[in-house]
């Protein structure tokens, strides 16, 4: 089975610093990965994606995630923290059969908490 | 405007009683899904259904029952049989079946459960 470690469960950054939020996965093929961003109370949102093709992903909200391979990383980051993006993040990887078909399950880490300080 | 509606948002009940959480899209999404949130844990995948009048256990399906017999609705019943049932519960739906799937999972705002 496929899985996913979000190091740090908690991250703290002032507003204007880098935002830089960790995230490594096992799986045996090249995986889809994905972030979400939760508010309080709320659905999850979908900030981006990799589906295999380039490395490094763009979002919205201005992150971006870069896939590592050899690291089997999917980090995800920000240049400059903004209030707004106080929120819990959650790294996914799909779960794909033997053929290397996705079913569209994800696996989720267990998610980081951001707090961004004035 | 098309999206995920969960119902109802907050729910308590006694130990002991059954209850479902209603799950609709108007996404025209083939597939489903029910998430449970808890704090420090992450998603854990309850039930999904990739088309009508079919489903499959997910992690942790042990004292939940769900049916889909529309391709609209996706209701989840949380059993006397679970043994903790408050949290926080997802709906959520995806675009495309199969090797054209897309990737994206479509939320709903979630169902919070509390067992008093």
């Known amino acids: 089975a496929q899985s996913v470690t979000q190091l740090g469960s908690h991250v703290s950054v002032s507003e204007g610093a880098l935002v830089l939020l960790r995230c490594n996965y096992s799986?045996?093929?090249?995986?889809?990965l994905f972030w979400y961003v939760q508010y309080p109370n709320q659905g999850l949102q979908l900030l981006l994606k990799?589906?295999?093709?380039?490395?490094l992903v763009k979002g919205i909200n201005g992150f971006e995630a870069e896939f590592k391979k050899s690291e089997t990383s999917f980090h995800l980051t920000k240049p400059s923290a903004h209030m707004s993006d106080a929120a819990e993040y959650f790294c996914?990887?799909?779960?794909?059969?033997?053929?290397?078909?996705?079913?569209?399950?994800?696996?989720f880490g267990q998610g980081t908490i951001l707090t961004v300080h004035p | 405007d098309g999206g995920i509606t969960q119902s109802p948002k907050y729910l308590f009940r006694k130990e002991g009683q059954n209850v479902t959480l209603s799950c609709e899209q108007n996404?025209?999404?083939?597939?489903m899904y029910w998430y449970r949130q808890d704090p420090g844990q992450g998603l854990r995948l309850i039930y999904y259904?990739?088309?009508?009048?079919?489903?499959q256990k997910g992690d942790i399906a042990e004292g939940y029952s769900v049916s889909r017999e529309k391709k609209e609705s996706f209701p989840l019943t949380v059993t006397s049989a679970q043994k903790n049932p408050t949290a926080f519960y997802l709906c959520?739906?995806?675009?495309?079946?199969?090797?054209?799937?897309?990737?994206?999972?479509?939320f709903g705002e979630g169902s919070r459960l509390t067992v008093l």
């Open positions: 990799y589906t295999s093709a380039a490395t």
């Open positions: 996404l025209n999404h083939d597939a």
């Open positions: 799986s045996s093929v090249p995986p889809y």
């Open positions: 996914a990887v799909s779960e794909l059969d033997a053929g290397g078909t996705s079913y569209g399950k994800l696996t």
């Open positions: 959520a739906s995806r675009r495309s079946s199969g090797a054209l799937w897309t990737g994206e999972l479509f």
């Open positions: 259904s990739q088309i009508v009048n079919d489903f």
